[in-house]
């Protein structure tokens, strides 16, 4: 293999930081989106929840192939991505089914018994929220839309990640790293150029639309140690993009600088200590938020005190993911971890927590 197998990757980063940071725009700009209150747009001129959704991407293309690289087989590799991602995805699957039945506007048993909640239900099991994105009777009079959770979305995208990526590792080690993440990288671009050509750009949001940004994070991984070297040279070209993708807003320059200036921060800055030193909160944080916006609107509380609004489906929010994170999520990957080190390699090649 041409790169260098990222392990070189600091320990102490501000991964779960910056995923943190990217998951709050997306909470704050949805409570503007989802209530459509003229008094929150300023939100949406100064944060952007779709160049957050692709900063997580990137990190994804990073932190996805350092946990294939340092899995000792592939049955390993997948069951810790599976811990990480299925537990705290079916409780927001719960979550939504209560909060369900608490807005529906049909009698429960009739939302119980209905095709649709079943259809729903099943859909999301197989990630496939698009199928039948809302339940019945729920947030009808909503005014952006009834669905229960649209930011699943990037779930089913994580996913084909996951499947994606024991394939370009194969292609990687036979044909050489730089020509593979370059080839994949290049028809990631094309395929948005072609959605804009022929309309259709909500195609890009699945997965070859969102390639370019995984495999700039793969590549960082691969070339860690370059990357830190000429961190100065590559966050100055980066930035420079990005001040271009303001002007001409092509996906090539968007690409790399938003996937570079992310992982720069998150890899090449101290370790700045907060909230972060005491869990991975962004996954709760990103899966919970939407049903709990949709709630309040439906009472009307971001119709009458949209900034108290706001401050309450944070505060929600950030309680819903703390628990999340202490009472499942991570006793599920302390529990993957403790079997890794018994049953697996040594030290050496075992996947650090931030990485699980």
């Known amino acids: 293999m041409s790169g260098v197998a990222g392990k070189s990757i600091p320990r102490n980063n501000n991964l779960d930081l910056v995923r943190l940071v990217l998951a709050s725009v997306v909470v704050i700009v949805h409570c503007r989106d989802l209530s459509l209150q003229p008094g929150l747009a300023w939100l949406t001129k100064w944060l952007d929840s779709g160049i957050a959704v692709k900063g ?3 990190i994804s293309g990073c932190l996805i192939i ?3 690289e340092r ?4 049955r390993d590799y997948f069951e810790k991505r599976m811990r990480r991602i299925l537990p705290a995805y079916w409780a927001s699957l719960m979550l939504s089914l209560i909060v369900g039945s608490i807005f529906t506007a049909l009698p429960l048993p009739n939302f119980l018994r209905s095709l649709q909640t079943a259809k729903y239900i099943c859909a999301n099991l197989l990630f496939a929220n698009f199928l039948c994105p809302s339940l019945p009777g729920v947030f009808v009079d909503n005014p952006a839309t009834s669905a229960m959770n649209g930011a699943l979305w990037t779930i089913k995208v994580e996913i084909a990640f996951y499947l994606s990526v024991p394939i370009i590792v ?6 050489g790293t730089t020509s593979i993440l370059g080839a994949i990288f290049a028809i990631g671009i094309l395929f948005d150029i072609l959605c804009g050509y022929i309309r259709h750009p909500v195609w890009t949001h699945e997965l070859p639309g969102q390639l370019p940004y995984f495999i700039v994070g793969a590549a960082v991984y691969y070339y860690a140690e370059q990357f830190r070297r000429y961190s100065l040279l590559i966050v ?5 993009l990005y001040v271009c993708k303001l002007k001409i807003d092509w996906i090539l320059f968007q690409a790399i600088s938003v996937s570079v200036l992310v992982l720069a921060f998150a890899l090449l800055t101290p370790k700045l200590k907060g909230i972060t030193k005491y ?3 962004s996954y709760g944080v990103y899966i919970y938020h939407f049903p709990i916006i949709q709630a309040l609107i439906a009472v009307g509380l971001f119709r009458r005190a949209p900034y108290l609004a706001m401050a309450v489906a944070v505060c929600i929010v950030a309680t819903l993911s703390t628990i999340s994170w202490f009472s499942l999520e991570r006793p599920v ?3 993957s971890d403790k079997r890794h080190q018994i049953d697996g390699p040594k030290s050496s090649v075992i996947t650090p927590p931030i990485l699980t």
Do not use: E, N, Q, T
């Open 333 to 335: 990957l302390r529990r």
């Open 236 to 240: 100055g070209v980066a930035a420079a």
């Open 56 to 58: 997580f991407f990137a």
């Open 170 to 175: 194969w292609c990687c080690r036979k044909f």
């Open 279 to 281: 869990g991975d909160f």
């Open 66 to 68: 350092a946990s294939y």
């Open 71 to 74: 899995s000792p087989s592939l």
